[in-house]
C-alpha cells in the first residue's frame, strides 16, 4: 500500500469515525491520563526512599508517609477510574463504527447488480462485511490510540529518565536495538505463521460446510471414506499449522523477554557503580529500575500496534474498494418515475447480450409483446431464454439494441418503479428462513390476510398450506419445513399473484409438479394472466399452446414466431420439438380426460 493510499484509508475509516469522537476524545483524554499516573508512581516511590535515606522518624515523618500513602491510593483510585473510560470509550467508537460500516457494506452489496456477483464466491464476500469491518474496530480501538498512547509514554518516560541521570539513560538505550530486531523476527515470522493457521481455518471451514450441505450426494455415491480423509486431512492441517505458530511463538517470546530484561543488567552494573560513587541518589537508583519496564514497554509495544495498524489498514482498504464498486445498473440522471400502472407494452429491438465471461448469449432479438398478450419463449435448454427475461427487469442491461416499455427505454426510468411492475416467477425458486406468510408477503408487504390467501388460493398453495403443522405460520426455508419443489413453485406464483403487477414473467412455473397440479396452475396462471401482459417460457409445450404468440429461440437468435397453429404448419424446430413431445408423453397426449382439464383451462 502506498504511502498516499494509507493517508486515505486512514481519512476514510476517520470519516466513519467522526460521529463517535466525543467518546473516542474522552478515551484518548483517558489514555493519556493513564500515561501520566503511570509516571507518577515511581516519583512517588523514588521521594518515599529519598526521605527515609538519612531520614529520622519524628512526627514529620509520621504525616509524610501518610501523605505519600494517601498520595498513591488516590493515584491508583485514579487510574481505575481511567483505565474503564480508556478501554470502554474507545471500544464504544470501535464497535459503533464497525456496525455503521457493516450496515453500510450490506446496503451498497445490495444496490450492486447481477453482474458483480457473477464471479464473486458468497463465503468471499461474507467474509469482507464481516471479518474486514472488525478491522475497524481493531484501528479506532486499538492501533490508533496504541500507537498514540506508547509514543507519549516513551516520551515521558525518557523525560524523567534523563533528567534523573542522562549518562545512565543513555546507557539504557544500549538493548533497544535488541528488542527492536526480536520484535521484527516476531513480526516477520510469528505473525504470518498465526494468518498461514486463519487461512487453514477457513479452509477447513468451507470443506465442513461444503460436507454437511452435499450429506445426500456424499451418502448417496457412498463416498465417505474418502470424504472423511479429506476432512481429516484438513484438521491435521490446521493442527499441524497451530502448532508451527506456536513453536514460533514460544522461540521468539523468551528472546523478546530476554533483551528487554538486558536494561536491569544495564542499571544493575553502571548504576550500581554510581550509587557506590555517591554520583547517583539511592531513591533515583531506585526510580531507574521502576521506570525501566514503563521505559522497555512502550518499545515493544510500539512495533507491535505499528504492525497492527497496517494489518487493519489493508482490511480497511479491502472495504473502502469494495463500497467504491458503482452498482452497473442504475437509475440515469433524471430518470422516469412511473406513478402508475404501466400498460404494459414491450418492445425489443436488436437487442444483443452477453455475460462478463463467455461469448454472445443473444443477438439482433427483435420481438414485439402487445399489451395483455401472452408470449411464450420456448427453445433449447441454455439458449437463453432466461437470459432475455432477465433483460426486462434490468437485471443486467442489454449491451446492444433497447428495450422499451409503452414506448420508453426501460434504461430511462427509475430502477425500482420498473421493476414495481414486474412479477416474476423465477425458474429458482429461493425461500427465505421464515414463516409461509412472510414468503408470500414478500410479494406485496403491505396486504391483508385476506388478500395473502386469496393469493395462496389462486396459486392452488392454499390447500397444502392448511396441512402444514402451522399452516400459514409454518417456519420454512434451510431452517425450517423442507417443501417439495412443487410446493415451492407455488408459494413463488403465490408471491407474484400478490404483487398484482401489469407484466407478469414465468419461468419455468411449472416445472417440477405432477401432471395434473400442473392443470391446477395452469389454471391459477390462466386467471392470473388476465389483463396482464406474460411472457411465459416452459419446455413442457403442451403448456403454452394457448400463448398469442410462441417465439422459438435458437443458436442466439429467433429462428420462429407465430401462433401454436402457424407454427405446426411449418417444418420448423417448433414442430420438430413437438413431436418429440409427443413421442416422449403418448399418454398424456391421448388421456382424454387430462385433454377436457386442459381445455377448460384454456378456455
Ligand atoms: N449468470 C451467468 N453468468 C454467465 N453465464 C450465464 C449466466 N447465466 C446463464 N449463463 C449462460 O448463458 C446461456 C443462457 O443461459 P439461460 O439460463 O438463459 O438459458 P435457458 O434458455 O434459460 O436454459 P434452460 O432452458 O435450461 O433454463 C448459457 O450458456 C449459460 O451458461
Ligand atoms: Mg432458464
Same mark, same amino acid.
Given at each position: 500500500?502506498?504511502?498516499?493510499?494509507?493517508?486515505?484509508?486512514?481519512?476514510?475509516? @476517520? &470519516?466513519? =469515525?467522526?460521529? +463517535?469522537m466525543?467518546?473516542?476524545?474522552?478515551?484518548?483524554?483517558?489514555?493519556?491520563?493513564?500515561?501520566?499516573?503511570?509516571?507518577?508512581?515511581?516519583?512517588?516511590?523514588?521521594? *518515599?526512599?529519598?526521605?527515609v535515606?538519612?531520614?529520622? !522518624?519524628?512526627?514529620?515523618?509520621?504525616?509524610?508517609?501518610?501523605?505519600?500513602?494517601l498520595?498513591?491510593? $488516590?493515584?491508583?483510585?485514579?487510574?481505575?477510574v481511567?483505565r474503564?473510560?480508556?478501554?470502554?470509550?474507545?471500544?464504544?467508537?470501535? !464497535?459503533?463504527?464497525?456496525?455503521?460500516?457493516?450496515?453500510?457494506?450490506?446496503?451498497h452489496?445490495?444496490?450492486l447488480?447481477?453482474r458483480?456477483?457473477?464471479?464473486?464466491?458468497?463465503?468471499?464476500?461474507?467474509?469482507?462485511?464481516?471479518n474486514?469491518?472488525?478491522?475497524?474496530?481493531?484501528l479506532?480501538?486499538?492501533?490508533?490510540?496504541?500507537? @498514540?498512547v506508547?509514543?507519549?509514554? #516513551?516520551?515521558?518516560?525518557? *523525560?524523567?529518565?534523563?533528567?534523573?541521570?542522562?549518562?545512565?539513560?543513555?546507557?539504557?538505550?544500549?538493548?533497544?536495538?535488541?528488542?527492536?530486531?526480536?520484535?521484527?523476527g516476531?513480526?516477520?515470522?510469528?505473525?504470518? $505463521?498465526?494468518?498461514?493457521?486463519?487461512q487453514?481455518?477457513?479452509?477447513?471451514n $468451507?470443506?465442513? =460446510? /461444503?460436507?454437511?450441505?452435499?450429506?445426500?450426494?456424499?451418502?448417496?455415491?457412498?463416498?465417505?471414506?474418502?470424504? $472423511?480423509?479429506?476432512?481429516?486431512?484438513?484438521?491435521?492441517?490446521?493442527?499441524?499449522?497451530?502448532?508451527?505458530?506456536?513453536?514460533?511463538? =514460544?522461540?521468539?517470546?523468551?528472546?523478546?523477554?530476554?533483551?528487554?530484561?538486558?536494561?536491569?543488567?544495564?542499571?544493575?552494573?553502571?548504576?550500581?557503580?554510581?550509587?557506590?560513587?555517591?554520583?547517583l541518589p539511592?531513591?533515583?537508583?531506585?526510580?531507574?529500575?521502576? +521506570?525501566?519496564?514503563?521505559?522497555?514497554?512502550?518499545?515493544?509495544?510500539?512495533?507491535?500496534? !505499528?504492525?497492527?495498524?497496517?494489518?487493519?489498514?489493508?482490511?480497511?482498504?479491502?472495504? =473502502?474498494?469494495?463500497?467504491?464498486?458503482?452498482?452497473?445498473?442504475?437509475?440515469?440522471?433524471?430518470?422516469?418515475?412511473?406513478?402508475?400502472?404501466?400498460?404494459?407494452?414491450?418492445?425489443?429491438?436488436?437487442?444483443?447480450?452477453? +455475460?462478463?465471461?463467455?461469448?454472445?448469449? #443473444?443477438?439482433?432479438?427483435?420481438?414485439?409483446?402487445p399489451?395483455?398478450?401472452?408470449?411464450?419463449?420456448?427453445?433449447?435448454? &441454455?439458449?437463453?431464454?432466461?437470459?432475455?427475461?432477465?433483460?426486462?427487469?434490468?437485471?443486467?442491461?442489454v449491451?446492444?439494441?433497447?428495450?422499451?416499455?409503452?414506448?420508453?427505454?426501460?434504461?430511462?426510468?427509475?430502477?425500482?418503479?420498473?421493476?414495481?411492475?414486474?412479477?416474476?416467477?423465477?425458474?429458482?425458486?429461493?425461500?427465505?428462513?421464515?414463516?409461509?406468510?412472510?414468503?408470500? *408477503?414478500?410479494?406485496?408487504?403491505?396486504?391483508?390476510?385476506?388478500?395473502?390467501?386469496?393469493?395462496?388460493?389462486?396459486?392452488?398453495?392454499?390447500?397444502?398450506?392448511?396441512?402444514?403443522?402451522?399452516?400459514? /405460520?409454518?417456519?420454512? &426455508?434451510?431452517?425450517?419445513?423442507?417443501?417439495?419443489?412443487?410446493?415451492?413453485?407455488?408459494?413463488?406464483i403465490?408471491?407474484?399473484?400478490?404483487?398484482?403487477?401489469?407484466?407478469?414473467? @414465468?419461468?419455468?412455473?411449472?416445472?417440477?409438479?405432477?401432471?395434473?397440479?400442473e392443470?391446477?396452475?395452469?389454471?391459477?396462471?390462466?386467471?392470473?394472466?388476465?389483463?396482464?401482459?406474460?411472457?411465459?417460457?416452459?419446455?413442457?409445450?403442451?403448456?403454452?399452446r394457448?400463448? /398469442?404468440?410462441?417465439?422459438?429461440?435458437?443458436?442466439?437468435?429467433?429462428?420462429?414466431?407465430?401462433?401454436?397453429?402457424?407454427?405446426?404448419?411449418?417444418?420448423?424446430? +417448433?414442430?420438430?420439438?413437438?413431436?418429440?413431445?409427443?413421442?416422449?408423453?403418448? *399418454?398424456?397426449?391421448?388421456? &382424454?380426460?387430462?385433454?377436457?382439464?386442459?381445455?377448460s383451462?384454456?378456455?
Amino acid at each position: 500500500m502506498g504511502e498516499c493510499c494509507r493517508v486515505k484509508t486512514l481519512l476514510f475509516v @476517520l &470519516g466513519y =469515525a467522526r460521529r +463517535y469522537m466525543t467518546s473516542m476524545v474522552v478515551a484518548i483524554i483517558a489514555m493519556i491520563g493513564l500515561v501520566g499516573v503511570q509516571l507518577t508512581a515511581p516519583a512517588i516511590i523514588r521521594e *518515599l526512599v529519598a526521605a527515609v535515606e538519612g531520614g529520622v !522518624w519524628d512526627q514529620g515523618a509520621m504525616d509524610f508517609v501518610l501523605r505519600l500513602a494517601l498520595l498513591i491510593l $488516590a493515584v491508583y483510585a485514579g487510574r481505575a477510574v481511567l483505565r474503564f473510560f480508556s478501554s470502554y470509550m474507545s471500544h464504544v467508537a470501535g !464497535w459503533n463504527v464497525v456496525a455503521d460500516v457493516r450496515r453500510r457494506i450490506y446496503e451498497h452489496l445490495q444496490g450492486l447488480s447481477l453482474r458483480f456477483y457473477e464471479d464473486k464466491q458468497t463465503g468471499e464476500l461474507m467474509s469482507r462485511t464481516i471479518n474486514d469491518s472488525d478491522m475497524f474496530e481493531r484501528l479506532i480501538a486499538h492501533a490508533v490510540p496504541g500507537v @498514540l498512547v506508547n509514543a507519549l509514554m #516513551l516520551i515521558g518516560v525518557t *523525560l524523567v529518565l534523563v533528567s534523573m541521570n542522562w549518562r545512565l539513560s543513555l546507557l539504557t538505550l544500549i538493548p533497544i536495538p535488541l528488542i527492536v530486531l526480536a520484535m521484527r523476527g516476531f513480526a516477520r515470522y510469528v505473525r504470518p $505463521a498465526f494468518r498461514q493457521r486463519q487461512q487453514e481455518l477457513a479452509d477447513l471451514n $468451507a470443506t465442513l =460446510a /461444503d460436507n454437511l450441505s452435499g450429506i445426500r450426494e456424499i451418502k448417496a455415491f457412498v463416498r465417505e471414506g474418502t470424504e $472423511a480423509l479429506r476432512v481429516s486431512d484438513h484438521i491435521d492441517r490446521y493442527r499441524d499449522s497451530m502448532l508451527r505458530a506456536l513453536r514460533l511463538m =514460544a522461540t521468539f517470546e523468551p528472546f523478546v523477554e530476554f533483551s528487554s530484561s538486558l536494561g536491569t543488567i544495564v542499571v544493575i552494573y553502571f548504576g550500581g557503580r554510581l550509587a557506590f560513587q555517591q554520583v547517583l541518589p539511592i531513591a533515583d537508583l531506585v526510580a531507574f529500575f521502576l +521506570y525501566l519496564e514503563l521505559f522497555y514497554q512502550p518499545v515493544r509495544n510500539l512495533s507491535a500496534v !505499528w504492525e497492527q495498524f497496517q494489518e487493519s489498514l489493508a482490511g480497511a482498504d479491502r472495504v =473502502a474498494e469494495m463500497l467504491d464498486e458503482e452498482p452497473e445498473v442504475k437509475d440515469q440522471q433524471g430518470a422516469i418515475r412511473l406513478k402508475e400502472r404501466a400498460g404494459g407494452e414491450l418492445m425489443l429491438r436488436d437487442v444483443s447480450f452477453h +455475460y462478463s465471461r463467455g461469448e454472445e448469449v #443473444l443477438e439482433g432479438i427483435n420481438l414485439h409483446i402487445p399489451q395483455n398478450s401472452v408470449v411464450a419463449l420456448v427453445g433449447p435448454t &441454455g439458449v437463453g431464454k432466461t437470459t432475455l427475461a432477465s433483460l426486462i427487469p434490468r437485471f443486467y442491461d442489454v449491451c446492444e439494441g433497447c428495450i422499451e416499455l409503452d414506448g420508453r427505454d426501460i434504461r430511462t426510468l427509475e430502477l425500482e418503479s420498473l421493476r414495481r411492475q414486474i412479477a416474476i416467477v423465477l425458474q429458482d425458486v429461493f425461500l427465505f428462513h421464515g414463516t409461509v406468510r412472510e414468503n408470500i *408477503l414478500f410479494g406485496r408487504p403491505g396486504a391483508t390476510e385476506a388478500e395473502m390467501i386469496e393469493a395462496a388460493k389462486i396459486a392452488n398453495a392454499h390447500a397444502f398450506i392448511e396441512q402444514l403443522s402451522d399452516g400459514y /405460520d409454518t417456519v420454512i &426455508g434451510e431452517r425450517g419445513v423442507k417443501l417439495s419443489g412443487g410446493q415451492k413453485q407455488r408459494l413463488s406464483i403465490a408471491r407474484a399473484v400478490l404483487k398484482d403487477a401489469p407484466i407478469l414473467i @414465468l419461468d419455468e412455473a411449472t416445472s417440477s409438479v405432477d401432471t395434473e397440479t400442473e392443470l391446477l396452475i395452469q389454471e391459477a396462471l390462466e386467471r392470473l394472466m388476465v389483463g396482464r401482459t406474460t411472457l411465459i417460457i416452459a419446455h413442457r409445450l403442451s403448456t403454452i399452446r394457448k400463448a /398469442d404468440m410462441i417465439v422459438v429461440l435458437e443458436g442466439r437468435r429467433i429462428v420462429e414466431m407465430g401462433n401454436h397453429q402457424q407454427l405446426m404448419a411449418r417444418d420448423g424446430l +417448433y414442430r420438430h420439438l413437438n413431436e418429440v413431445q409427443a413421442r416422449i408423453e403418448p *399418454l398424456q397426449e391421448d388421456e &382424454g380426460e387430462s385433454r377436457d382439464l386442459r381445455r377448460s383451462a384454456f378456455n
